[in-house]
T-cell receptor, first 112, second 113 residues
Framework: DQQVKQNSPSLSVQEGRISILNCDYTNSMFDYFLWYKKYPAEGPTFLIS?????DKNEDGRFTVFLNKSAKHLSLHIVPSQPGDSAVYFC???????????FGPGTRLSVLP | NAGVTQTPKFQVLKTGQSMTLQCAQDMNHNSMYWYRQDPGMGLRLIYYSASEGTTDKGEVPNGYNVSRLNKREFSLRLESAAPSQTSVYFC????????????FGEGSRLTVL
């Protein structure tokens, strides 16, 4: 049973609009979350993180929201750009040496 | 600034053959990891090394062995490759186990016929 779920395998968005990628987790021990971006034939690269003591973290065009009671987080990209087209992985882990568990990924396509 | 370097990038094996994937990091990180990526499955942890001199099993360790050669290097060995091990393998490192960013290599695509 997957502990980290990304229920949308793919998402298409028009350039300039908002992209919203969702992630759900089942393990209440998870208290640190990351988003990674992956281009074809490259390794994943870190995008943004959030600790469970916060419910929002922003970095430029990227904002991550965490709803602990719903065990749900989302990544907002505003405005979306064609260069954002990639696979996005959500990962969850713990502050006490837990290794990160990754979701299956969502492929984002930003259309010009 | 190479970061995390994996070799080889591509490999084709026959069932039963053995091979070793090499990984090296130049960021003085304590923890290193091997993941595999399969379609629809995300990244699954095979083995990890929280610090030099220690290794532990992850989620999918069967059919693999690892060696933490020194602080920089962490290798993954397939002793008798099987078609189910066809995958893309990623090495990663982090300053320490726990919260914080993982840095990934570019990946090694392995096909077992």
């Amino acid at each position: 049973d997957q502990q980290v779920k990304q229920n949308s395998p793919s998402l298409s968005v028009q350039e300039g609009r908002i992209s919203i990628l969702n992630c759900d987790y089942t393990n209440s021990m998870f208290d640190y979350f990351l988003w990674y971006k992956k281009y074809p034939a490259e390794g994943p690269t870190f995008l943004i993180s959030i600790s469970s003591i916060k419910d929002k973290n922003e970095d430029g065009r990227f904002t991550v929201f965490l709803n602990k009671s719903a065990k749900h987080l989302s990544l907002h990209i505003v405005p979306s750009q064609p260069g954002d087209s990639a696979v996005y992985f959500c990962a969850a882990g713990g502050n006490y040496g837990q290794n990160f568990v990754f979701g299956p990924g969502t492929r984002l396509s930003v259309l010009p | 600034n190479a970061g995390v370097t994996q070799t080889p990038k591509f490999q084709v094996l026959k069932t039963g053959q053995s091979m070793t994937l090499q990984c090296a990091q130049d960021m003085n990180h304590n923890s290193m990891y091997w993941y595999r990526q399969d379609p629809g499955m995300g990244l699954r942890l095979i083995y990890y090394s929280a610090s030099e001199g220690t290794t532990d099993k992850g989620e999918v360790p069967n059919g693999y062995n690892v060696s933490r050669l020194n602080k920089r290097e962490f290798s993954l060995r397939l002793e008798s490759a099987a078609p189910s091990q066809t995958s893309v393998y990623f090495c990663a490192s982090s300053r320490m186990q726990g919260p914080g960013e993982l840095f990934f290599g570019e990946g090694s695509r392995l096909t077992v016929l």
